[in-house]
């Protein structure tokens, strides 16, 4: 499984930020009830090997349109799997596609399990050798220290990167993660793992190849976390459909405009659904429908967070 | 996706159990640098392809011996996925083949996402009808009651079960789960929401389809876990290879030899390697090596828990 020695996660994903000019996530969440009916209609739902078909042709559409728009997408591993081996084959072909593209690709599969399990998962899909492909992968850390190490060692021999859930952006995910434990919360227990983690790697971007899922919908909690993480790249989820906004994710970046990612999946992906897009780009018009919401993400972000530094595109 | 009313998942396991006489759950966990000479040595380890193809041999093989001898498997996903959309078929076919071997069989994905996300691997997983076919799934609890209700929604609907991770098996899962959080560590706060999930939907055994993964490597924890959560089957692994024996699992039954099922992975399916048996067992035999070390682990569990209060098959 030799690679060719590329660069570092971090100052890969940084060098895609500065080069497109923001911190856009699209999350490829391909949900059969809401695809564009010009894939879905001629399909039989039962039939998975063609809805994984569509799905691919969903997805390769999405790609291109933000392959030169954005920096980065995150193909939700869950509604692959939904459709059986023939989904996951969807799953391959789409990061394929998206990499192809120039996209960086985080795989959102949240794996994780003891060591030498954990360390099945991180071959398995980290690096661009790897069977299934990803620059980077989201992770859980239930299971403490010695089942992330195992993805820690994979990710930087490979130049790949992990994002490691500390505070989701579900209304129930404070259950267990906001439970003080020691006068600090679990999260933040977790998120002082992630940093160590992440500056034992720095690269020349000033992060880490290790980062951390940090749900938008919890502002205060980011500007803590933004602090106790000062290496670590943030993906940031919960912009959007669960209704927090650019204004909202300003205290995940850093003073330059990196530091940050902020995922949008159906907003951007089926903004042909939203009312504002749904007569403007009716029918065949779904891929206009998801140009116009991703420059419409791109231009608030950069209005209300330090993105607005950056170069624009 | 409807599916015929079968019995309750907790119900079914207990039937299982008592049918076979015993609770051992062989781990489905396809190391290609351990599997037999016979089917390793012929294939190209770099041809993905026909790496599956030799996992599922490799696995029927196993059902072929276990499946009149115990009454759950469990495969493990991360091996599968290392193979990537390949061994994801291999996957499919091993659980099919053993669901018709009369085996329960309980996916070790420790899946999970937000509310809407956990729907579609809720949908991925559970029930004879869904497109992995698995009759339990392992799920993680990191993201709180919103992203376990789906599974639990859909297991009840479908028959199926779920194990919920409590306390896990690796020396470094105390790092967060034995964090003391209002004077209790996490992971009895894990145990007390998966005891009210079990408790909500119990069966004519007494067990809910709800059940926990707690670790055998932790005995003490084990009695603390059994009493707080009277009403879910616990799923321990960490017997054998990982260092725990009969007597150390034996307080995670009730005293009709009920409410647990004991893993063991590499400790069975790769017996022939273990020093035991390499002699006696050795070239083709590895079959009978499996046999041996399945029926030496049934007695050890017989003997010292119980288990024993069990009819013998």
Redesign the interface.
Same mark, same amino acid.
């Given at each position: 499984m030799a690679a060719s020695k590329m660069t570092a996660f971090g100052d890969r994903l940084s060098a895609a930020v500065r080069r497109t000019g923001n911190p856009v996530c699209v999350g490829l969440?391909p949900?059969w009830e809401q695809l564009p009916e010009a894939l879905a209609a001629p399909v039989d739902s039962n039939d998975?090997t063609r809805c994984a078909s569509a799905y691919v042709q969903f997805c390769r559409g999405v790609v291109d349109v933000v392959g030169g728009l954005v920096p980065v997408v995150k193909p +939700?591993v &869950?509604?692959f799997? +939904?459709?059986?081996?023939a989904?996951? +084959?969807a799953? &391959?072909e789409t990061i394929a596609y998206a990499r192809a593209a120039g996209l960086l690709v985080i795989v959102?599969g949240?794996? *994780?399990?003891?060591?030498s399990? &954990?360390e &099945?998962?991180a071959?398995?899909?980290l690096g661009a050798d790897s069977?299934?492909g990803g620059d980077a992968l989201t992770v =859980?850390?239930?299971?403490?220290?010695? =089942?992330l190490s195992p993805f820690v060692d994979v990710a930087v021999q490979r130049d790949a990167g992990l994002f490691v859930?500390a505070k989701? =952006? *579900?209304?129930?995910?404070?259950?267990? +993660?906001d439970?003080?434990?020691?006068e600090r919360p679990?999260y933040v227990?977790?998120a002082e793992?992630i940093e160590r983690l992440a500056a034992a790697h720095v690269g020349s971007c000033g992060y880490g190849p290790i980062g951390a899922v940090v749900g938008a919908t919890y502002p205060q909690q980011m500007v803590d976390l933004r602090c106790i993480m000062p290496h670590a790249w943030l993906l940031v989820?919960g912009y959007g459909s669960q209704g927090a906004t650019a204004r909202d994710v300003a205290p995940a970046f850093d003073s330059n405009g990196l530091g940050a990612i902020v995922n949008n999946s159906r907003g951007i992906i089926f903004a042909q659904r939203r009312k504002e897009y749904s007569d403007k780009f009716a029918g065949g018009r779904w891929q206009e429908a998801i140009e116009a919401a991703t420059r419409e993400m791109i231009a608030h972000l950069r209005a209300e967070t330090s993105a607005g530094k950056l170069s624009p595109n």
């Open positions: 969440d949900r998975r +939700q &869950a509604f799997e +939904q459709l059986g081996p989904g996951m +084959q799953l &391959a959102d949240k794996r *994780n399990d003891i060591g399990t &954990a &099945a998962y071959d398995a899909f069977p299934w =859980s850390p239930y299971l403490g220290d010695d =089942s859930l989701t =952006s *579900n209304p129930g995910g404070g259950q267990f +993660q439970l003080a434990c020691d679990l227990h977790v793992h989820p």
